[in-house]
């Protein structure tokens, strides 16, 4: 099964999910603002994206710069931030057979599919 961790309010992440919807495959939506990924499981999206937790942070938001922009954080910590405040991950998160992506642009999706 295909997980996606999805935000409605984000045209990217609707449009991957379509592009998800239209090749009927069974799908996982996981609103990750209500419902967060905990710290093991972000670390393990991370390992799959090939990534550092801050390169998975929404940098541009404001809640961002606003607390944290310059801060000197440890991988463990980053992940923490992420995991109490989800708004900052980047998304969406589409996850396949142990690989994962970031839907941007939504087509990257197929890379893993």
């Known amino acids: 099964m295909i997980k996606i961790y999805h935000n409605q309010r984000c045209s990217k992440s609707r449009c991957t999910l379509e592009i998800l919807r239209d090749r009927q495959l069974e799908i996982e939506v996981i609103d990750y603002q209500q419902n967060p990924p905990s710290a093991d499981e972000l670390a393990d999206i991370l390992k ?39 708004k900052l991950i980047e998304r969406p998160i589409v996850i396949n057979n142990g690989r994962a992506v970031i839907g941007r642009p939504p087509e990257s999706v197929e890379e893993i599919l």
Do not use: A, T, Y
Request: glycine letters at 6%; charged letters at 45%.
């Open 48 to 86: 799959m994206l090939e990534l550092k937790p801050l390169e998975l942070i929404r940098k541009g938001e404001d809640f961002f710069r606003e607390n944290f922009k310059g801060k000197d954080l440890s991988d463990d910590e980053w992940i923490e931030v992420m995991v109490e405040n989800p």
